[in-house]
């Protein structure tokens, strides 16, 4: 096999288990940091661009409140049918329009043909108003006149046909507010009205959406033509982004996509004279700018933090490795048979005391192998005194079948019966394969427990079997009932002449509970030793034998036989023990015969070789 230096392994294993989630982290920091801050971006700008499109509506609202002041003029549509004859109608027309012109920042100019008189109106802010007769209006006008409202997109400015002033700017880009003026409430057309808007109040709302230098603003109509654009080269132009495209027409109201490697968030703004869209990009270089800052910052720590636990684990590999490459030198010697190797340490650490355990190894070997030698002699002589000292049941029950037979031939029937009934006892007890016997098994091997007893004391003892025959078949731990029945006779049996009584008796509860009731005419247990054993059958005592209720010789007492109903229950069990007046004991156990069966197949066969005779009710 190749050697593989320790050293090199653990430098390897110290610098991928630092490295690697170094790493990890640094990776999962800058994408959870990225996803972070695209979700606050959204938010915030969704935020910002709602409010941007409210300004922007009620900025859209105040022109067209301002336009419809001309129907709350009672003389302004008698005044369209009177010019250009009646000198006073045309001043009136004149006040309305520069009413108009004044209610609202950002008019450039205001444009009214009547379509009754044929009479042109070019009202500005820094000239004389102007007019003309025209049999139509101007043409930028036309087609307007189905439409009650609607904003033509921006376009450079003009003077609408008529001679440019000197005051006048022709390159400035407006967009146009126009109105069809109606004989209301029929819908006659009296006049057509255009009103110029400059972009400088567009422009002061959407320079609060966003950066100049790092982001990107349009406004653009239903028809994809660019209303107002951070750069000065989009305005009035077409959008031909094909997915920026889709989204302007489409049925979503406000949302966001990726494209262009950018992020757009777009809200559209409906209103009933048009349907802008303002739509924000945000370049990825700039949204997440600060997650590449922090992804830096983090990069330079982990580029410091690498170089110290590189050397760190240099370090500690070596300070480690060393003491083992010298004890490796100090085996190899011992190998070759230099036993008195003279090994020596001086660090004063777990290094220091492994040479030193190893040196004093070293010292001990010998007798070690000598008392191991002794040992082994001495194991060998205790096994065999220990076969020698074996005694086989079989062959104590063997004999006490032959005991019996002998009586038999000899016509004494009774003890004939005392033996049969002694050897069955001894054959349940050797039963070990029989994890889980029946209530039907258990009684009966407390019926030849009791007949055993009933021999000795006669008509001193009455016992009597009260089991329901719905719980004989349910399963249990083997020698449950004996050693608690056993108890009486050791401890509470009156021997001074009072007869005996014994009374087991069994039922099944409405929720499936097996309880078994032991009670006897006995003495009682004192009140101190009943609430320590209630104690330790609670679970709450320290472990110590139940004084003379726990078993003897070997036998199994009561907490005992708790732990082993525990067993194979699931801990789903309860014991009882009181006191009875005037005299008595009571013992009551409860077990979940559901839970019991569930572990059922735990033994091979639950059923003696002697029977198993019916056991319903039986007093003797």
């Known amino acids: 096999m190749k050697f593989r230096s320790i050293r090199s392994r653990l430098i390897q294993f110290m610098l991928l288990a630092t490295t690697v989630p170094l790493l990890l982290s640094i990776t999962i920091t800058y994408i959870h940091t990225k996803e972070t801050i695209k979700e606050q971006a959204l938010e915030e700008n969704r935020n910002l661009i709602y409010q941007g499109k409210v300004n922007l509506t009620n900025y859209l609202n105040s022109i067209n409140q301002a336009s419809l002041t001309l129907y709350t003029d009672a003389n302004f549509l008698r005044n369209l049918r009177k010019i250009p004859d009646d000198y006073r109608a045309v001043a009136e027309v004149y006040t309305s329009l520069q009413n108009i012109l004044n ?4 008019i450039e100019r205001i444009y009214l043909h009547a379509t009754q008189s044929g009479q042109s109106t070019l009202v500005t802010p820094a000239i004389y108003p102007k007019r003309e007769y025209r049999t139509e209006p101007y043409i930028s006008t036309q087609g307007y006149e189905k439409y009650t ?26 967009f146009t507010f126009h109105r069809s003026i109606t004989n209301v409430p029929s819908e006659k057309v009296l006049a057509l009205l255009a009103i110029d808007v400059s972009l400088d109040s567009v422009a002061d709302i959407a320079e609060q959406l966003f950066n100049k230098d790092k982001e990107q603003l349009l406004v653009v109509d239903q028809g994809g033509t660019v209303v107002y654009s951070g750069r000065d080269s989009q305005l009035g132009t077409q959008v031909t982004d094909k997915e920026l495209l889709e989204r302007i027409k489409g049925t979503q109201t406000e949302g966001f996509f990726e494209s262009g490697g950018a992020m757009n968030v777009f809200e559209k703004m409906q209103t009933p004279y048009t349907e802008w869209t303002i739509i924000k990009r945000i370049p990825n270089s700039t949204l997440y700018e600060r997650a590449r800052q922090l992804t830096q910052i983090n990069a330079a720590i ?62 001990t070997i010998n007798n070690l192998i000598l008392r191991e030698y002794r040992l082994e002699l001495a194991n060998k002589t205790n096994q065999l005194k220990a076969l020698q000292a074996q005694i086989n049941p079989h062959f104590l029950y063997n004999t006490l079948q032959s005991i019996g037979t002998l009586a038999l031939q000899n016509n004494v029937p009774r003890i004939y019966a005392l033996l049969s009934s002694l050897a069955k006892i001894m054959r349940y007890s050797m039963r070990n394969n029989d994890v889980l016997v029946t209530l039907r098994d258990e009684a009966d091997h407390v019926r030849l427990y009791l007949d055993l007893q009933k021999e000795r004391f006669g008509d001193q003892l009455v016992y009597t079997l009260d089991l329901a025959p719905d719980t004989l078949d349910v399963p249990m731990p083997k020698m449950i009932l004996q050693p608690l029945i056993e108890n009486y006779f050791k401890h509470g049996m009156d021997h001074e002449g009072r007869q005996g009584r014994v009374r087991i008796e069994s039922r099944m509860k409405e929720d499936g509970v097996l309880q078994i009731v032991i009670e006897n005419n006995g003495t009682r247990i004192e009140p101190g030793k009943l609430a320590m054993l209630q104690e330790q059958l609670a679970g709450r005592g320290n472990g110590e034998p139940e004084d003379e209720w726990a078993g003897e010789n070997g036998e199994i007492g009561v907490r005992n036989v708790l732990l082993r109903l525990q067993l194979y229950t699931h801990h789903d069990v309860g014991m009882r023990i009181e006191n009875l007046e005037p005299q008595g004991v009571r013992i009551s156990l409860e077990m979940d015969t559901e839970d019991i069966h569930a572990d059922e197949n735990k033994t091979a066969e639950a059923r003696t070789e002697a029977g198993p005779g019916e056991v319903h009710t039986e007093e003797n």
Do not use: C
């Open 302 to 363: 982990a580029v410091i933090a690498l170089g110290v636990i590189i050397f760190g684990t240099l370090f500690i590999s070596i300070r480690i490795t060393d003491p083992i490459k010298k004890l490796t030198s100090y085996m190899n010697r011992i190998q070759s048979g230099q036993l008195d190797v003279d090994i020596s340490w001086n660090r004063q650490d777990e290094t220091g005391i492994m040479f030193t355990r190893f040196r004093q190894m070293m010292d």
């Open 103 to 106: 209610t609202v920042h950002g």
């Open 149 to 174: 409202t609607a904003i033509e997109p921006t376009h450079k400015s003009h003077d609408y046909g008529f001679p440019p002033s000197p005051t006048s700017y022709s390159d400035k880009m407006v």
